[in-house]
């Protein structure tokens, strides 16, 4: 069992979704899966899923975060990404994902 | 309509998909669908897919890529990834594909 540390927290209108550590092979499917239950039981039109303590993600992350995204369109919701570290963001540019998903600096902007 | 020229060649142990373009959004469910039906098609029971005419890869393709990986398993095929070009090389490793695929740079060590 890994232990996840996804911090979740709820303003009005927004579901925060702060992982912690590298999104990867090990751990994406258990993020997917927590990420989705939450977001089934969660009001807000808006999930944001901060990145800040993310230093990797590989490709079953991505492929995670894609999984995500559709769920979160199925269910009337938006997703934004927040805070993502340097070489992250570039793995998004790389692979184009960055033009898939809002990516935004700071929590005000999402 | 996708003009999409995938050549493929055949011989005695090996089957060779070469790629001509980029592989992303736009064609990476056509691409991933002729391999799979040119794989069940043969009995080579090695399945080569030549990269050197792909000058870029996204997220798209990369999810094709696994999603021919684990098909070809299904066969009780193997697949080796040919002739990268550096950028699209950089995209595997980035994230981590690198690991999982068999990537030889001539078709004689395939």
């Known amino acids: ?4 540390a996804i911090n979740f927290e709820e303003t009005n209108d927004k ?3 702060k992982i912690n550590g590298d999104f990867d092979a090990y751990n994406s499917a258990e993020i997917k899966k927590q ?3 939450r977001m089934e039981n ?3 039109a808006k999930v944001v899923v901060d990145m800040s303590n993310v230093p ?5 992350g991505l492929g995670a975060m894609v999984a995500i995204l559709k769920d979160a369109r199925h269910m009337g919701k938006e997703i934004v990404l927040l805070a993502l570290r340097q070489n992250v963001k570039r793995i998004f540019e ?3 994902l960055d033009k898939v ?3 935004v600096d700071v929590l005000e902007e999402a």
Not at 1 to 4: A, F, R, T, V, Y
Not at 56 to 60: F, G, H, K, L, N
């Open 1 to 4: 069992m890994i232990d996840l």
């Open 15 to 17: 579901l925060i979704c």
């Open 35 to 37: 990420i989705k239950e």
């Open 42 to 44: 969660s009001k807000a």
């Open 56 to 60: 990797y993600i590989d490709s079953a």
């Open 94 to 96: 790389m692979t184009r």
């Open 101 to 103: 998903f809002r990516i």
